[in-house]
Nanobody, 122 residues
Framework: QVQLVESGGGLVQAGGTLRLSCAAS????????MGWFRQAPGKDREFVAA????????TYSDSVKDRFTISRDNAKNMMYLQMNNLKPEHTDVYYC???????????????WGQGNQDAVSS
């Protein structure tokens, strides 16, 4: 079973920047679309961004497209989320996920990491 591990989260003040990473185990990575989701306590897991396989087409939620950038490095089995100009409402647990093609629904992703905490102070 492929494992996904998020890292890079932490505490940052409003207006600051965080860069999250998602590392995939194994040697098969480029054939999968990857996504980032976030979840606050008591709320549903929400779509943030996704990136397709070989051509790396990116898709963003309307709330983050002017702030966040998703990217991938297939040679290193890595995916990234660059988060700029952060606000307190961005304080969530962020998850990376994998599926064959790009999808905005969390229920469409069968493989998930364990999550990484992002906290933005005001």
């Amino acid at each position: 079973q492929v494992q996904l591990v998020e890292s890079g989260g932490g505490l940052v003040q409003a207006g600051g920047t965080l860069r999250l990473s998602c590392a995939a185990s194994g040697r098969v990575f480029s054939i999968y679309a990857m996504g980032w989701f976030r979840q606050a306590p008591g709320k549903d897991r929400e779509f943030v961004a996704a990136i397709s396989t070989l051509v790396a087409t990116t898709t963003y939620s309307d709330s983050v497209k002017d702030r966040f950038t998703i990217s991938r490095d297939n040679a290193k089995n890595m995916m990234y989320l660059q988060m700029n100009n952060l606000k307190p409402e961005h304080t969530d647990v962020y998850y990376c996920a994998r599926r064959p093609t790009v999808e905005r629904k969390a229920t469409g992703y069968p493989t998930w990491g364990q999550g990484n905490q992002d906290a933005v102070s005001s």
